[in-house]
């Protein structure tokens, strides 16, 4: 099926944290609220946009964990009881319902529970279809303070498998994959959305936005070369409800061209003007030409491979015991890491 262009747009949005919320009733009245409130604005882009570029908007990318923020000092399971969305909750029914109203796929970011694996939370990109449904759910592999499917991998590849951890929706608007904050930073992330078929990586971030070039936005170009795809970046445009200074998480959203040059980019405050349009179809078809620049097609991973197998990094299954997720303290994190950094020293890496 050939796609015709279209619009997408990172939505810079400000994020509301549910730490001032004066229990869990308020904090999930709070979220459906915010979740309400952006339907308005992104209808009002995308009319702007409409006119502006004469392309239908079809997607639209929202920053990092919009809803909730960050959870700081609360404890794993206080969190996800607090605000993790339930795969069937009603906070997922009111994103399907703004996708469904307006006509176009929704990409974003929230602290989701699991009935598999009580107590855990797992910070979930998500996309949610213009029928309302969600197409597809990416937890977050590498982070410093949350629990990552890799600390409980046997368990959670028997629940998921290999498919359910890196994740890819084909769509009418091409192939669609999330990579969540930080993880824009790592290549391996992107570039394995890539070897599955992605074009799209939709990216929520919550981040410094400065004039100089930081280390994720230098990543987002060198992710979208790499990969041969197109990144959409929304950042946050502050977080509210916090006593960290407004702006310290504000601007910069973009979208990055296959070719690694941005092609929209955003100042700072709550904006729709990180927007472009995504030609699928000339995607692939520089995709399927043999040429110096074709990364995808010069890319060897089995060259690769016995360096990664025999590297010493975090292992899976830290979160294990007898095959039963253990729900960690937010001290084992920081454990973990100088374990790591303990075993590279020895080995001589570092």
């Given amino acids: 099926m050939n796609v015709a262009p279209y619009a997408a747009v990172a939505m810079q949005l400000t994020a509301r944290s549910t730490e001032r919320c004066a229990d869990t009733a308020a904090a999930r009245a709070q979220i459906l609220?915010?979740?309400?409130?952006?339907?308005?604005?992104?209808?009002?882009?995308a009319i702007f946009i409409e006119q502006y570029a004469g392309r239908p908007v079809k997607l639209a990318v929202l920053p990092e964990y919009l809803f909730t923020s960050y959870p700081g000092r609360v404890g794993i399971a206080e969190f996800a009881e607090r605000v993790g969305f339930a795969a069937d909750g009603p906070e997922y029914a009111a994103l399907g319902g703004v996708a469904q109203r307006l006509g176009l796929f929704l990409a974003g970011n929230a602290y989701e529970s699991d009935r598999h694996f009580?107590?855990?939370?797992?910070?979930?990109s998500f996309i949610v279809a213009p029928s309302g449904s969600v197409v597809l759910r990416y937890r977050r592999l590498l982070s410093m303070f949350a629990p990552s499917p890799h600390d409980i991998w046997d368990a959670y590849l028997d629940h998921y498998g290999i498919d359910g951890v890196f994740p890819v929706a084909r769509t009418e608007i091409g192939n669609l994959a999330c990579v969540a904050s930080e993880e824009i930073l790592y290549p391996e992330?992107?570039?394995?959305?890539?070897?599955?078929?992605?074009?799209?990586?939709?990216?929520?971030?919550?981040?410094?936005?400065?004039?100089?070039?930081t280390a994720k936005d230098v990543a987002k170009r060198a992710r979208a070369w790499e990969s041969m795809?197109?990144?959409?970046?929304?950042?946050?445009?502050?977080?509210?409800?916090?006593?960290?200074?407004?702006?310290?998480?504000?601007?910069?959203?973009?979208?990055v061209g296959p070719d690694g040059k941005i092609l929209a980019q955003?100042?700072?405050g709550e904006t729709y003007t990180a927007f472009a349009t995504l030609d699928i179809e000339a995607l692939r078809a520089t995709r399927r030409t043999p040429a110096m620049t074709n990364s995808l097609a010069r890319q060897r991973p089995s060259l690769f491979a016995p360096v990664y197998t025999a590297a010493n990094g975090q292992a899976g299954n830290a979160m294990l015991r007898d095959g039963e997720a253990q729900v960690p303290e937010r001290g084992d994190f920081h454990r973990m890491q100088q374990a790591v950094i303990d075993t590279l020293a020895k080995a001589g890496a570092i």
Avoid: K
Avoid at 118 to 124: A, E, L
Avoid at 199 to 212: A, R
């Fill in 189 to 213: 992330i992107a570039r394995a959305f890539a070897f599955r078929g992605a074009e799209v990586l939709c990216h929520s971030s919550s981040e410094i936005g400065s004039p100089l070039a």
């Fill in 33 to 45: 609220s915010h979740i309400g409130e952006i339907e308005g604005a992104i209808r009002t882009a």
């Fill in 229 to 255: 795809a197109y990144v959409v970046s929304a950042n946050t445009a502050g977080i509210s409800g916090t006593v960290m200074p407004l702006a310290s998480a504000d601007g910069n959203s973009q979208v």
């Fill in 266 to 268: 955003s100042l700072s």
């Fill in 118 to 124: 009580p107590g855990f939370y797992f910070q979930t």
